[in-house]
Every structure is written in structure tokens, then in C-alpha cells.
């Protein structure tokens, strides 16, 4: 079974508009961690955000934020007043268990694109 | 600090050919993994190793082979190249316990003909 899921292939935006990018993801440890990547048409993966599923807050960085829905084993990231360089492929992934050991498990990413 | 690097940055080899991508990081982490990405997927990982010594497999594991001797280094090894290798090849790490870290190297475009 797919572990995570992103439903969305691809996705547009007007700029300075905010987009939401879905993600489920599915496991039955108790402990975990959800990361959303971002990954321009360059090729480098680049960390945005990170969830621990304790954590009581959702987690925001700058003009990211993770909406959180733990009963509904939902993730969507969240960017606020969209920029043209946020034009990119978004990675959902997830690491299961409480230490850190390199095991992450990726969605199949949505596009989008932000239009001026 | 160089952070995570990956040589070579592009590669082609024929069908049955061997070689060996290199992955290196200078920040001490624990945790070192591979990945591969298709065209239009995400990542999906090969093997990984929480420290010196001490690998073990991923998803995908068929066809490679590493091991890590350093906790510098962590080579990915084609034993025998095939089409269905040609992909992007990332390696990450990170510090291990409860950190959330996983830093990417710029990957390796492989092509297998």
C-alpha cells in the first residue's frame, strides 16, 4: 500500500495567492515524522518543513506552514502569497519510528506553477 | 563545510558495465542513504547506514551493493548495469536519535543504454 500519497500531479497558483498541497500518508507506529521537500527544475532536493507526530503545533516556517490533521493521517503544506520561484516539483514524505536513521519515505510529488 | 557531495555528476554506461557512485559528507553524521528518483516519481530508497559498519536495504535494493568503511564515505556500487538503473541517484544524511535532519547531495544522472 502506498504510503504516501499526493493526489494533485500538478497545481497552479497566481502569484501572492496562497496554495495548499496535499498529502496523506498511512502507518500504524505511533512515531513519526512528516518533511515536505521542494525540488526546482535544477534537481536539488531542498528541506522546507518538518512535523513530528507529537507535535502538538503545527509547524511553520516562514511562508510555509504544515496543516496537520493526525486523525485524518493528513499533511498538506501551506504557501502563503505564492512567489514565481516557488514554480517547483513538492515532495511529502515520511519517516516512521523515533530515531533518525535515514529511512524516509517520498510521495510521487506535485507540480506547480505559479502564474504572474 | 562542503556538506553532502556526489561524484560524478553525470554518467553513461553500457549494459553490464560496472562502477561505483561516490558519496561523501563532512559533518560527522551518523546516518548516510541512497535514493534513486524516475522520471516524474519520487525518491525511493536503495540501502542505508545508521553508522560505520553497518548498512542494510531499502526498497530497492536489487542490483547495488555499498558498504561504509568511514563515516566520511558511503559508495553506491553497480554490479552489473542494466536499462532499468538509468534514474537520479541521491545520497542524503543526517544526524541520527531524534533529529529530523536529512541533508541531500546534488545527485548523479545515470543513463544506462
Known amino acids: 500500500a502506498q504510503k504516501i500519497t499526493q493526489t494533485q500531479p500538478g497545481m497552479f497558483v497566481q502569484e501572492k495567492e496562497a496554495v495548499t498541497l496535499d498529502c496523506t500518508y498511512d502507518?500504524?507506529?505511533?512515531?513519526?515524522?512528516l518533511f515536505w521537500y521542494k525540488q526546482p527544475s535544477s534537481g536539488e532536493m531542498i528541506f522546507l518543513i518538518y512535523?513530528?507526530?507529537?507535535?502538538?503545533q503545527n509547524a511553520t516556517e516562514g511562508r510555509y506552514s504544515l496543516n496537520f490533521q493526525k486523525a485524518r493521517k493528513s499533511a498538506n503544506l501551506v504557501i502563503s502569497a505564492s512567489q514565481l520561484g516557488d514554480s517547483a516539483m513538492y515532495f511529502c514524505a515520511m519517516r516512521e519510528g523515533q530515531v533518525n536513521a535515514g529511512k524516509s519515505t517520498f510521495g510521487d510529488g506535485t507540480t506547480l506553477t505559479v502564474k504572474p | 563545510n562542503a556538506g553532502v557531495t556526489q561524484t560524478p555528476k553525470f554518467q553513461v554506461l553500457k549494459t553490464g558495465q560496472s562502477m561505483t557512485l561516490q558519496c561523501a559528507q563532512d559533518m560527522n553524521h551518523e546516518y548516510m542513504s541512497w535514493y534513486r528518483q524516475d522520471p516524474g516519481m519520487g525518491l525511493r530508497l536503495i540501502h542505508y547506514s545508521v553508522g560505520a559498519g553497518i548498512t542494510d536495504q531499502g526498497e530497492v535494493p536489487n542490483g547495488y551493493n555499498v558498504s561504509r568503511s568511514t563515516t566520511e564515505d558511503f559508495p553506491l556500487r553497480l554490479l552489473s548495469a542494466a536499462p532499468s538503473q538509468t534514474s537520479v541517484y541521491f545520497c542524503?544524511?543526517?544526524?541520527?536519535?531524534?533529529?529530523?535532519?536529512?541533508?541531500f547531495g546534488p545527485g548523479t544522472r545515470l543513463t544506462v543504454t
Open positions: 512535523q513530528g507526530s507529537y507535535d502538538q
Open positions: 502507518t500504524s507506529d505511533p512515531s513519526y515524522g
Open positions: 542524503a544524511s543526517g544526524r541520527g536519535g531524534s533529529s529530523h535532519e536529512q541533508y
